[in-house]
């Protein structure tokens, strides 16, 4: 059977809860690509996003035929910003992002150059993708059913109270993972995990 992250760490990528709850994450590593912007608008996002695919379809496809497939993972996100707020009232222009998908740890920087070389020459895509390992550690996380705008009072919530509950604060970046297909799902029955590193 091909390796499917969202199996392998089912807490990450399925999880139940729907108000703020703590998880270790173990070391994760990602295709990851930066930028700026409003991501409903900014065509340099859409860009990331086709090429962040592209890149990890080429390594299935080549994994595959040497015996080692895998599940391409869904997309997920890092966002900051340098007013936090921005976040809470939605003001996406000014939002900073890293898109990500998950490659298996089997696979090392040899497997995204030779993809480089094939997604220019194939899909005429040059674009900066690169290969990153994330170790987020101690972690509030929740599932967000719902349109990505309706996430403020749960950021709120996090920041205003659970934090401050749990005598804890923010060691890393905030962090998306998307369940859903927004192309194919209406937003009432999206589902994104929400997650700050914490310590």
């Given at each position: 059977?091909?390796?499917?992250?969202?199996?392998?760490?089912?807490?990450?990528?399925?999880?139940?809860?729907t108000?703020w709850?703590?998880?270790?994450?173990?070391?994760?590593?990602?295709?990851?690509?930066?930028?700026?912007?409003?991501?409903?608008?900014?065509?340099?996002?859409?860009?990331?996003?086709?090429?962040?695919?592209?890149?990890?379809?080429?390594?299935?496809?080549?994994?595959?035929?040497?015996?080692?497939?895998?599940?391409?993972?869904?997309?997920?996100?890092?966002?900051?910003?340098?007013?936090?707020?921005?976040?809470?009232?939605?003001?996406?222009?000014?939002?900073?992002?890293?898109?990500?998908?998950?490659?298996?740890?089997?696979l090392?920087e040899?497997?995204?150059e030779?993809?480089?070389?094939?997604?220019?020459?194939?899909?005429?895509?040059?674009?900066?993708?690169?290969?990153?390992?994330?170790?987020?550690?101690?972690?509030?996380?929740?599932?967000?059913?719902g349109?990505?705008?309706?996430?403020?009072?749960?950021?709120?919530?996090?920041?205003?109270?659970?934090l401050?509950?749990?005598?804890?604060?923010?060691?890393g970046?905030?962090?998306?993972?998307?369940?859903?297909?927004?192309?194919?799902?209406?937003p009432?029955?999206?589902?994104?995990?929400?997650?700050?590193?914490v310590?």
């Amino acid at each position: 059977m091909p390796y499917d992250v969202k199996k392998d760490l089912k807490q990450l990528y399925a999880p139940k809860n729907t108000d703020w709850a703590l998880l270790d994450v173990p070391e994760q590593q990602f295709l990851a690509i930066d930028g700026r912007g409003n991501p409903n608008t900014a065509d340099s996002y859409r860009k990331a996003v086709e090429a962040l695919y592209a890149f990890a379809y080429t390594i299935k496809m080549t994994a595959k035929r040497a015996g080692a497939d895998f599940v391409v993972g869904p997309l997920e996100g890092l966002w900051w910003a340098e007013d936090y707020a921005a976040f809470t009232v939605r003001a996406k222009d000014s939002w900073q992002w890293t898109m990500l998908i998950s490659l298996p740890g089997t696979l090392g920087e040899d497997a995204v150059e030779e993809a480089r070389e094939s997604v220019r020459r194939k899909k005429k895509i040059d674009a900066p993708v690169r290969l990153e390992k994330l170790r987020e550690g101690r972690c509030a996380q929740v599932l967000h059913v719902g349109p990505y705008d309706d996430e403020g009072p749960l950021l709120a919530r996090l920041h205003g109270e659970f934090l401050t509950e749990h005598g804890l604060a923010e060691t890393g970046l905030h962090h998306e993972v998307y369940l859903g297909d927004p192309r194919r799902t209406e937003p009432a029955r999206l589902k994104t995990v929400l997650r700050q590193p914490v310590g």
